[in-house]
Nanobody
Framework: QVQLVESGGGLVQAGGSLRLSCAAS????????VAWYRQAPGKQRELVAS????????NYAGSVKGRFTISRDNAKNTVYLQMNSLKPEDTAVYLC??????????????WGQGTQVTVSS
């Protein structure tokens, strides 16, 4: 009953910017936290950034800190990842993962389908 949909990926030249969105829909009581991951061929999946929905506390991987910004719009059940100064090393499929309470007693993690980000040099 819960769906996460990522959008905003694409092809961009090194130094450019993209803004990714992760929109949650369905039977949602609360979204507790959301994280962005990325996975590139031949590389281990990496946690890029995370945010606590209510307080707004954020964390970033060292490789993106200072370039990426995670934010949320709680009213829209949407989390964003603003990516600036993109590098070829940022090329990957970006996926969001959300910890969501759907009933009084059930809280689970959900994954989106992913959106491709390709940075050319």
């Amino acid at each position: 009953q819960v769906q996460l949909v990522e959008s905003g990926g694409g092809l961009v030249q090194a130094g450019g910017s993209l803004r990714l969105s992760c929109a949650a829909s369905g039977s949602i009581l609360t979204i507790n936290a959301v994280a962005w991951y990325r996975q590139a061929p031949g590389k281990q999946r990496e946690l890029v950034a995370s945010i606590i929905s209510r307080g707004g506390t954020t964390n970033y991987a060292g490789s993106v800190k200072g370039r990426f910004t995670i934010s949320r719009d709680n009213a829209k059940n949407t989390v964003y990842l603003q990516m600036n100064s993109l590098k070829p090393e940022d090329t990957a499929v970006y996926l969001c993962n959300a910890n969501i309470r759907t009933t009084v007693t059930l809280t689970e993690n959900y994954w989106g389908q992913g959106t491709q980000v390709t940075v050319s040099s």
